[in-house]
C-alpha cells in the first residue's frame, strides 16, 4: 500500500534539493535543524544530520557560503565550484528525506530529481551571474547574490512547512523560465 508520508517525503526533498541550487548549505543547514527539534524523520542512514556537530559545521559553512557569495568575481568562481556541489547537495538532501522506500528507488529518486534539480537550478544561476558580471562589470552580483539567499532560504522554509506548495511553486517557476527561453529564442531568431 502507498504511504501518503512517502509523498511528502519526496516534496519535502524536490524543495530542498531545487533549494540548494541557490546555496548548497542553507537547505542542508534548515534540514539539521528541522530534524534536530523533530520537525521531520530522517532517512535511518542520515540521523547524522540531527547531531549538534552536523549544526555547527553546516551553519558555519551557511554563514561562510553567503559572505563569499557578496563579494563580485569570488561568487562567480564559487558558481564554478557550487554546480557539481548543489547537484551532490540535492541528491543527498532528497536521499535524507525519503521515507520507507527501497534502497534502490531513493537512489534513483535522489540523484534524478533531488541532483537534477539542484544542478538545473544552480546551472541556470550561474549562467545569470556570469551575464550580470559581463553587463554591470559585477556591480549588480551583490543585489543578485542576496536575492538568491532569499530564494533558497523562502524555499526552504516552505519546503519543511508545506512540502506540496513548494512543488507548485517549482512548477510555475520552472513554466515561466520556459516561456522566458521561449521568448528569448524567437527574439533571437528575428535578429
Known sequence: MFDFTILI?????IGLAAASGFRV??????LSLSAYFGLWPL???FQWLASVPALIILGVATVAEIGAYLFPFIDNLLDTLAVPLAGV???AVMASTTADLSPAVTWTLAVIAGGGAAAAVKGINATARAAGTATTAGLANPVVSVAETGAAAGMAALSLFVP???LG???VLVFWLWRRYRGFQARRMVN
Open 89 to 91: 547537495a540535492g541528491t
Open 43 to 45: 532517512n535511518e542512514n
Open 9 to 13: 517525503s519526496i516534496a519535502l526533498g
Open 25 to 30: 548549505f542553507l537547505p542542508l543547514f534548515a
Open 164 to 166: 506540496f506548495l513548494t
Open 169 to 171: 511553486v517549482l512548477l
